[in-house]
């Protein structure tokens, strides 16, 4: 989704986030697909 958001944390918890969601969950792809990079601003 955002370049920077890769090597962005925005918590110690995203390493859980990422065993917990699997891959095919619509949320996960919702996140990929839309670019929220304007809110940061």
């Known amino acids: 989704m955002i370049p920077n958001q890769e090597s962005l944390s925005l ?3 995203m390493a ?3 065993i917990v969601v699997p891959r095919d969950n619509m949320l996960r ?3 990929e697909l839309v670019d929220l990079s304007f809110i940061l601003e």
Do not use: G, L, M
């Open 11 to 13: 918590s110690p918890f």
């Open 29 to 31: 792809q919702i996140n």
């Open 16 to 18: 859980i986030y990422d």
